[in-house]
Every structure is written in structure tokens, then in C-alpha cells.
């Protein structure tokens, strides 16, 4: 038998006493089943996150949803509710590198995400053939130094059209302008190496492992205007030594981009990250 | 300013809708603040558990805790309710190794505990100075083998006058009996190596560095009448090389042990720790 | 350009003085330029083993590694020699997960392997699909109750016909036959699911979960007559906690085995591992 | 019986064929005992890196130490020979902070190092008392904002009067200057906290949490001129998450400042570290 369909609210907004008392009493009011709820208080920003996940009595969960945000309007908080039996549809952008997008469309057909990848879009061919295999539309969007705006508008009509809910830039090597962001207004889920300490300029496994470093990283995030800057989502790293050449920093650099954007993935689907400010809360 | 005084319950029994609800509007009802809240639900055993944390209003805490025991057993639910104004005593029991001695009585001034220890029992006495520089009582109980029951008599009678809430067997190289943690009746926390694949019999150090084992792990527990098979608190590991010698590995166990079992005391002070059947639900 | 040609021996024996100088001095008289030289002393078992590349003079390899075995018994040792102009044929076992089965054949699709994959055996029908778009030669091999012998009689034909170097199971869920592995004689490597504490039966994840471990591992060992039992390669653990369910675990244990497979396998192929008795020596 | 007296050998040089032959002939021709030989090539930079550790046949140490850097100099290399007969004396600069202080001399009590603590040095006052109870003389060097180089020609009085031979910044809270660094012409071991992206300013970890990091690490290095800039001995990191508080993050960061401390310091001593440039070759 398929599990019921839940509901999952992610909420913040100014602390008061008594949010978790309310929103539970409301819930079990209108005779929903409460599965998950997770809070966390940000004592200093003197903010409130919530989140909540419950299998609603029966009805419609269009007209529930309406309500929790109405609700929860009430309490001074701004919810986002989504329901399981949604399963929102991404856009993968990738460029020539494939071991991102191999790992996260197999995830997909493992069964690993609570959404889909719908269509590809790139700046190279290259893995035009690939995506096929899997069944999904490969969109070639050439970028080249003076047509940006051009390409942008391109790629915001395949999006538009698809309905893509979600963006994940899958070692995807150009820099999204502020004003794409902006017009698409979807989460754009971003992965780059990471490095302690960090390295500016070109070739960063290079100058890392000139520099020596016993660990390299990567980060997820969440893009935003200024690239690599926006909320963390998850990181992790790996370790190194002398004995390690450049190709194996790249190639262990690669296994980390994997895993830490496949669980950054898995997390945004499963609505378990809330952003406020530049950090997130991921409930996990 | 000091943080005002929480209270924290731990509870579980069977699931039921609204519990959630239910034990947040009692806190509300009563002014209380809640400041975390984490629940759990064991999905096949069907049980419910929750940590929840608050800020009583005005009142007697001692008067709170009492109603609240009521409550959750008005909902068929098992509690325990601590304050944070009280703080545990601890003994620690130890023979003649001392990483995990010293390393507890550190972290205890350096303020990471919510509770303190207060004796030193051992079946040696090569740590009765170290133990008097810290402040601490020095009790030697010798253990022969004929003898153990009077052994544990003793240790008992010690426990009880110093009003022990819980102890840590801290690299402690004698088994409790059934016997003994029946009559005392309080938690007691224990480390221990873990290996992969385990391994049988004594100097297992030197049995994993024969069989070429890749990883080195300890695990806490509690302490149950099957000394090693209590319920699991945290678990980690650490990487080995044939490079390492068995000196290595029994050095690198040591900081194993040591991180191992801290976390396992923190916890366990914080009220992060419901046991039941034989596993324990974390809430870290 | 490419790199030279370089041949690396893996040699050992009983420990004698001036090991080190011999060899080294046996390549550098024949203007051998070492590329790395690695020793290891087990000084209990009194044995000596290393790892050496060099980039031969001009003339015949093949020459150079008759020479060198030779060379290396007249020390009382045992040395296997490999020329990396040789990317030695391997076959992959599976059965239905197919999670490790992708991972290593992107993984040799990306370069990151000194050997290739040249046929795909299973047990079951399901990936004969995806092995066709590898392009790789897939043989149904069922094996029912009964039949066994005549089923890796088949087997074995397969690997011959095919020249496989050496094996790797891909979640192949047959134990293969102390005679099979006999008969073959060439390297298996198999990978499984490890805990602390182990647990014997089936449905180990569901095991682990029941008893609440904190740490899930997987394995990577040369397959022996006694399955799980074989020298270690390589072991890697994942952290858990009551939040993650069983499919959680399953999921993580599936990461871990793809990385932890992986990388024994890329170790073999670089020809880094030594074994002797029941362990590995992995020159790293 | 204690093992017999070894030399160790770290060199480096200009990379030419039949280094490694060169070397161990020299020491097999003194019947010598080769232990363990450790070669590294920095293929960019045409650079050869080895660690050489023998016994050496009935002699002077002293004359061999000689010898063998008269044998390196004739091959274009530099070499530092130890003899583990000796213990190098080290000094402590601690300022209020005492976890790398416990942690550093209760390893060194425990035998985890190949050399000693024989005197500290603070800024404060605070842990004159702990020092005495480890049998360690105190010296108090206030440092105030116009007389650094009066306390830093004080300081350079005492670390050459106990001849000390390795300096340990355990958490020292001044930065020590390019004139005082050079005057004193030995190895100055310093830890800091890492973090990514990295944050200037004071504050760090409350820095890292309002960034809403997932990960907080330390790095241990040869302190510079530019004080955390100088070659990286060792790395580690600690997971977080917004359940963490500041107080949290600033207990986790004492945890891996303890351990990757402890660890270079150990290396050290045990002349595992080469430098050269920026960056470290660690035989570990």
C-alpha cells in the first residue's frame, strides 16, 4: 500500500510563545496526523523555524494548504507548504563535465528524490546523446561573450515552458546574472569546491594542491546574485596528501560534488530546508 | 544573566494523534515557554518520543515536574522530567588507564557538563593522587577474584552516601554484575572498542592489527547485565594503515575512547537520551 | 605526451639487510629511473614488503620482468611485476542492484581506471540492457538450487574465453565455490555491508536498525573460499541516527559500497595492494 | 629490551636518476639497517623528497650523522639526520586557554611523543599553578602594546637558556613577529581555526555561525612571518548544524584544535615533516 499523502509546512517568522502549541493544536483541530515536527529557535535573530509534516484528515489538501498559509499569516509567520503528492520538476543544467549529472539521474531512477529532472539544459552538446538515454530532452544553449542576455532569455523560455520548479547547476561553468535569477524567482541549487584556505582565481585544485592542503571540500548552496556566496546547504571534504598528484585532487574533488549536491538534492525535495537571511535550517 | 531554569522532559509510549498537540498546549496553557521541541516516531514499533524543553512561568519547578509525570500518564506515556537548575552527580569508576579520566575531568572545568562527578571509585590505586589534585574523593575497592560481591557491596555503599545519579565506567577493566546494576538502579555509561569485524577474546588491538583491519572504532553504551550489549549511545571510528603498529592503533583507540564516551556523558546529562527496548533515540 | 611506459613490482619476503639498496641498486644499473619505492616491515611476522616503479631503460619489457622475477627469487622473494602499457581485462559480476554495477563503469568511462571492464555476467536478466549501452558483452548465467557447479562451470568458461585478469562483485548476491575460486585462480573482489556490532542472518540493515547502531560501514576484501572473510582492501562508515529509517540506511549503505568498491578496485588496477596471509598491504 | 637507537633522515633535492640506490647503498655499505624508506617526487617542481630511517651499525652516531650529510651534500641535497637517542626539548607559549595545554602535556606523560615539554611560556598569569603540577617551570612575559619586542627579546632569553629546540603555540594570543622568528631559528608549531569559506576579523566562530557553516575545521602549520600562512602540517574539520550554538561550535573547534595540534606535534618530533616552499611532505 502507498504511504498517505502528507503535508510538509516550513515556517519562520518572529518568536512568541506558544507557536508550537498552535500550530499542533491546529493540525490536530481539523483531525490531521502529525509524523514530523522539528523546530529551532535562533535565540540572537530572536526567530522561530518550523517544520511540520502531517497526513491530513480527508479532503481536499489544496484547500488545507490555503488555509495553514492563512494561518499561519495570522501568527506573523511565512509558510511554504507543499504536498507529497507533488513531485516538483527540475531543470539540469550542466556543461561538459558528466559525473554530476550521471549521479544525480541515476539517484532519480534509484528513486532517491522526491522530484523529477525534466529537461537538460547546456552550453555544450556534449551530453546531448546521454541525456537522451535517460528519456529527457536535451535543450543546447551556446553562451558566448557577448550574447549572455541572449542565451538567458533562452534558457527562462525552456524553463517557462516545462514549468520547472527547481534549478540544479550540475558543474555548470557559467555564472547566472542577477537578472536571470531574478526573472526565474525558482531555487537554483548550485556545487563548487571548497577549500581551507580558500583559493581566488582560475585552477583551484592546482593552486590547492601547490599550497599543500591536507583537506579538500565542496559546498552546496543555494545561488544567488553574488555566486558562490549564497546559503549553504551542505559541505563536506576529503582528505589528501603529498602522495596525491592534481588528477587525483580533481578526481576525489569530482566524488565530493557528487554526494554533497545529491544530498543538497535530496534535502530541497524532501522540503527540508528553510533559508532566511544568507544561512538555511535543514531539518534533516 | 544567567539563561532562566528549563525543565526538560523525555517521554514515549504508544502513538496516538495529537500528542504533539496536547504536550505543547499543556505547556502553554501554563505559560510555559517552549524552547526545543524534537519528536520521533518509530514508525513499526509504533511509539511516539519526545524531548521537549522549556521555560516554566513562575511556580515551583519541583510542583511542575510532578503534574507534568500526571499528565503524561494520563496519555499512556512514560516521562522524566529533569530541571536544569539541578545538577547530576557522578561517579567515575576507573582502573589503572587514565586518558579517559582526565579527559572527562577537563571537559567537567572547562564547564561542558551539566552535572559534575563527585568520587573516584577504582580497583587500583595509581590514580588516587590525579584524582585529589582535581578535588575528587579516592575510593579503592579492590577486586579479587573471590570476592566480587563484596567489592560491588562496597562500591554500592559509596554510590548511595555520595548520592550518585549516574555512573562512567571510564576504561573501568572489571565486569558489573546483574547483580550490582539492579541494586543501583542508576544509569551507568560505558566505552569500549569496536571493530569491523569484531573480534573475540582479549588484546583485540592486537587482533585487528593482525587480521589488517582498515578502520579502528569505540562505541558508549549503557551498561546492561550483557556488559557489551547495552544500548548503543554514539559510535566513530578512525582510519589505520599498515604503517600503523599496534602501539598506533592503541593510541589512536585512545582518542577514540575519549571523544566517544564525552559526547556520551554530555548527552546524557542534557537529557538527550531515551532508551527503550535495547537502542536509544538521541535527541541531539 | 604521454607518460612513459613504467613497470611497478609488487615484491616480499623474509626481511634480510640491505633489501632496499638491492633493489633499487638491480634498476639503477640497468639506468631504471625510480618513480616511487614504498617499503613496509611487518616486524612480528619478520617479512619485508615493497612497492617499486620505475621507468625502464629502452628495450623489452617483457625481458625486464623476467628478469626482475628472477632477480627478486634469488633475494628469497616473491615479486609479480606489471607494465602499466598493460590494462589488464576485467569481468563484472551482478545481479539486480545496480548501483555499484553504474558507478564503476562511469568510473572506467572517466578514466579513473588502469584496467577495463570487458563482459558483464549476471544471474538475473535486468541489467543486460544497460550493459549493451556500455557497450559490454552481458551473459545471463542463472544459477537455481541445483545446478551451481554447472552454472560457474559456465562461468568459468566465460572468464576464459574472455581472458579476465580478475573479477569484481558488482552486489553479486551468489557465494561463489571454493572450487570455483580455485579453478579460476585469478582476483576477486567483492564488497558487503559491515556493523558494528555485526550481525549474522538476513536483512542486515534491518538488523542495525533495530538495534540502533549509530555507524553503518561497508567492506571491500579479495573473495576466499570463506566469503566475507578475505583480506580486507578497504572500509568506510557512514554516521546514522534514530531519524534515518531503514530505506535511509540502505540508501547510505548503497553510497558507501559504490565508494568504498571503487576505490579497492582502482587500487588493484594501480597494482598497490599486496597480500599476504589473511590481510592486505595497500601501498597508497 | 629497548629497541636500539635509529637515525632518521630527511633530505631533498634536485631529482636525478638513482637517488634512492644512492642512499640506501651508502647505508647498507655501513651495514646499516634500513627500517623504513620513504621517497616522494614533486614531478612539477623536478624535486625528490625522502625520509630514511636505519639502524646504524656499532659506532658514533655522531660521526655517522656527519657522514651521511657530507654523502647528501655530494649529491646536490639537503639533509636533517636525527638520532632517536635524542629528545628534543621543546617550550609551550600558552596565553588563558588550557585545552592544547592538558591535552599536549597529558600526551606527553602518556609517552605519545618523541621529545619533551620543558618549560611554558605565557602572557598571563592563568595556568602558572597547572604548569607546576606537570613539573614545569613557568615563565610570565606580559606583552603590551608598546614593549613586544622588550617581552620578545625576554622570551628569546629563556626558550636559548632551557636550549629549547621546538616551539608549540598552544592557543598563544600573540601574534610573534618576522624579527623574533628569525632570531630564534627553529621550528615554531601553531593551530588555528579553518573555516569555508574563511572569515577575517575577530570572532570567528561567531562569524561561521551567523554564516550558517556546516562544517568548522582547524589547521596546525610552521607559524611565518605572516603568522597563518606559513606551510600546513595537518587539517581536520567537525559537522554543525543550526542546532548548534556559538558555545557549541566554539567546544567542537577546542575538540579539533586538541587533536590536529597533537598530531603535528607528534609528527614532528618523529622528523616526519619535510618543508619546502610553502607546503609540507608528512611521511606519515
Not at 21 to 46: P, V, Y
Not at 101 to 106: A, G, I, Q, V, Y
Not at 200 to 216: N, S
Request: hydrophobic letters at 45%; a negative charge; glycine letters at 8%.
Amino acid at each position: 500500500m502507498e504511504p498517505a499523502a502528507t503535508l510538509v509546512a516550513l515556517l519562520h517568522g518572529p518568536d512568541q510563545p506558544g507557536l508550537v502549541a498552535k500550530t499542533a493544536s491546529w493540525i490536530f483541530a481539523r483531525r490531521g496526523n502529525i509524523l514530523h515536527a522539528d523546530q529551532h529557535r535562533d535565540m540572537e535573530a530572536g526567530e522561530f523555524f518550523q517544520r511540520i509534516e502531517w497526513v491530513p484528515s480527508a479532503g481536499s489538501a489544496g484547500a488545507e494548504i490555503a488555509e495553514f498559509n492563512a494561518f499561519a499569516a495570522s501568527l506573523g509567520m511565512v509558510a511554504r507548504v507543499a504536498s507529497s503528492a507533488h513531485r516538483p520538476k527540475g531543470a539540469l543544467f550542466v556543461s561538459r563535465a558528466d559525473h554530476c549529472f550521471h549521479d544525480l539521474l541515476l539517484r532519480g531512477v534509484a528513486g532517491e528524490f522526491a522530484g523529477d529532472f525534466t529537461c537538460v539544459i547546456s552550453n555544450h552538446p556534449d551530453l546531448a546523446e546521454a541525456a537522451r538515454h535517460y528519456g529527457l530532452p536535451f535543450h543546447l544553449v551556446p553562451v558566448t561573450a557577448g550574447d549572455k542576455a541572449a542565451a538567458e532569455a533562452n534558457q527562462l523560455r525552456i524553463l517557462r515552458e516545462v514549468g520547472a520548479e527547481f534549478v540544479v547547476l550540475a558543474r555548470y561553468m557559467q555564472v547566472l546574472s542577477a537578472e536571470f535569477l531574478h526573472a526565474l524567482d525558482r531555487p537554483v541549487i548550485n556545487i563548487h569546491h571548497s577549500f581551507l584556505p580558500a583559493f581566488a582565481g582560475g585552477r583551484p585544485y592546482h593552486q590547492a594542491h601547490a599550497r599543500g592542503v591536507k583537506l579538500i571540500g565542496a559546498s552546496a548552496h543555494y545561488a544567488t546574485a553574488d555566486l558562490d556566496e549564497g546559503p549553504i546547504i551542505q559541505q563536506d571534504v576529503a582528505r589528501v596528501t603529498h602522495r596525491h598528484s592534481v588528477e587525483d585532487l580533481i578526481r576525489k574533488g569530482r566524488d565530493l560534488e557528487k554526494s554533497v549536491l545529491a544530498q543538497a538534492v535530496r534535502w530541497h525535495l524532501e522540503n527540508r530546508i528553510l533559508i532566511y537571511g544568507n544561512k538555511t535550517v535543514v531539518f534533516d
